[in-house]
C-alpha cells in the first residue's frame, strides 16, 4: 500500500509538470524561432530596400552591408539580379537557382527552417523580392542564418526544465514516502497488534490514532480483542475449576468402591463392585480427556522449536515399560537427532502419549509399534514439514472407521479389554492443528494402523 501511494503521489506530480512545463517550453521555443525569423526578414528587407535602389550611394552602402553581415555576423546576406546574375561589384552567391531564389524573384517572402546552401549547415532562410519604386521586381536577397546557437539556446530551455522537472519529482517521491508513511502508520500499527494477537499475545493492543476510520477499526478491534481475551480467561478458570471439581468427586468414588469390595465377600457384589469401578476410571479417563481438549482449544502459545529425536527417545522409554506387561517392542526407525520441530510447549508429549497408549490397545502380545521420520519439502515455512508416523501391527481400521476415527467420542475396537474415552485422536488432532501441521491416518504395510503427523520443521541444529 506504501508502494501504491508513492508511486500515485508520484505520478500525479508528474501528470502537474507536464501540463505546466511542457506547453511553457513549447511556448519558449516558439518564441525563440519566431523571434529570430523576425529579426532576419527585417535585416532581409532592409538589405532589399538598398538592392531595389539604383543610385552609386545605396550601391556602395549594400556591398558595405553585405560584406559586413558576413564579417561581422554568424550569417550570409547574399543577392541577385532579376536575370540570377550578381549584383557588382559582390560575387555571385552560392546556388543561385535555389528555391529561396526563385520564390523571391517571383515577389514572395519565404523563411524556410532547414539546410542552408549557403552555409551547408542547417539554418534559417529568409528571401524576400526587391522592388523599384514601379513594384518591378529587380532582384531577390536571401540571408541564411544558422540554428547551431538557437537550438544550443533550446537545449539549455528543455534541459533545465528537464533537470527542474526530476529535482521536484525526486522531492514528491521524498514527501510522498513521509506522507505515505504518515497515512499508514495505524494500519501498521494495526497489524502489529494482529499478528501479536495470532501469536498468542492477547494483551496486544493499537494505539487509536491516525483518521477517524482508522480510529474506529483500532477501538472495534480493541473490545474485540479485549471480549476474547476475557472470555478465554474465563474458559481458562472454568478449566482449573473443573479439573479440581471433577477429579475429586472420582477419585473418592473409586475408594469407597474399593473399600466395599475389600469388606464384602458375595462374588455377585464384588462383580457389580469390579464393573462400577470400571466404569469409574472410564469417566476418569473421559474427564481427563474433556480436560485436555478444553485446555488445548482455551490455550494461545507461540510454538517454539523442539529437537525431535530427543522427544521421541524420552516418550519410548516411558512407553516401553507399559508394553513390557504384553511383550509389545517400541522402536524408532530413521529419527534424525539433529531435527527439530515447531510446536507448542507440552504438545507433542501429549500427542506421542495418545497416539502411543492407542497403538498399545490394539496391539496383540508380542507385536512391534515402529516410529519412523522423513522430510517432506515445500511446506508453508522455508524449512518444509517434517512427517511423523506410528505404525503399529493391530487390526488397523476400514475407510469409514478412518474417516471417523478424529470425532470426539468415536471409539474403536481395541484388543486389552479396556474402554477408551473416545477423545484421543481427537485430541491429537486439535494440538497437531494448533500447531499448524496436520494428522492422517493410512492402512501399514502388512496390517495394521499407521498415523502420519506432519509438523513444521524448524532450521536444522548444526552437528556437534
Known sequence: MIKQLIVSYVLLVAVALTAFTVPVAF?????????????VRREARAVALLLASDDPASRRALTSLVRAYRDQ???????????????????????????????????????????????????????????????TVVGAV????????????????????????????????????????????????????????????????????????????????????????????????FVADASHQLRTPLTALRLSLDNIADGVDDDLVHEDVDQATAEVVRMSRLVNGLLILARAEAKVAAAEPVPLGELVAERLDVWRSAG???????????????????????????VLDNVLSNALEVSPDGATITLRTSHVSGGSNPEGLELLEILDQGPGMSAAEQSRAFDRFWRGQ???????????????????????????????????????????????????
Open 324 to 350: 513390557d506387561e504384553r511383550n509389545v517392542r517400541f522402536t524408532a526407525d530413521a529419527v534424525d537427532e539433529r531435527v527439530s520441530v515447531l510446536v507448542s510447549p507440552g504438545h507433542l508429549e501429549q
Open 27 to 39: 511556448t519558449l521555443t516558439a518564441q525563440l524561432r519566431g523571434d529570430t525569423e523576425a529579426s
Open 73 to 135: 555576423s554568424p550569417g550570409v546576406a547574399d543577392v541577385i539580379t532579376s536575370e540570377h546574375t550578381a549584383v557588382a561589384p559582390l560575387p555571385l552567391p552560392q546556388a543561385p537557382g535555389d528555391e529561396a531564389f526563385n520564390r523571391a524573384l517571383e515577389g514572395h517572402t519565404t523563411a524556410h527552417w532547414g539546410l542552408a546552401p549557403a552555409l551547408g549547415e542547417e539554418g534559417l532562410v529568409v528571401s524576400v523580392p526587391a522592388r523599384d519604386p514601379a513594384g
Open 142 to 237: 536571401r540571408i541564411s542564418y544558422p540554428t547551431a546557437d538557437i537550438n544550443r539556446r533550446l537545449w539549455l530551455i528543455w534541459g533545465f526544465r528537464a533537470i527542474l522537472a526530476f529535482g521536484v519529482l525526486g522531492v514528491a517521491a521524498i514527501l510522498g514516502t513521509l506522507v505515505a508513511l504518515r497515512l499508514t502508520r495505524p494500519l501498521r500499527q494495526l497489524n502489529d497488534m494482529a499478528s501479536k494477537f495470532s501469536a498468542g499475545d492477547l494483551t496486544a493492543r493499537s494505539p487509536v490514532t491516525g483518521p477517524p476510520e482508522t480510529q474506529t477499526l483500532a477501538r472495534t478491534l480493541n473490545s474485540g480483542a479485549e471480549r476474547l481475551d476475557t472470555l478465554i480467561s474465563a474458559q481458562r478458570i
Open 414 to 464: 481395541g484388543l486389552t479389554g479396556k474402554g477408551g474415552s473416545g477423545l484421543g485422536l481427537a485430541i491429537v488432532k486439535q494440538l497437531v492443528t494448533d500447531d499448524g501441521g496436520g494428522v492422517t491416518l493410512a492402512d501399514a504395510p502388512g496390517g495394521g494402523l499407521c498415523v502420519r503427523i506432519s509438523l513444521r520443521r524448524a532450521a536444522p541444529r548444526s552437528g556437534g
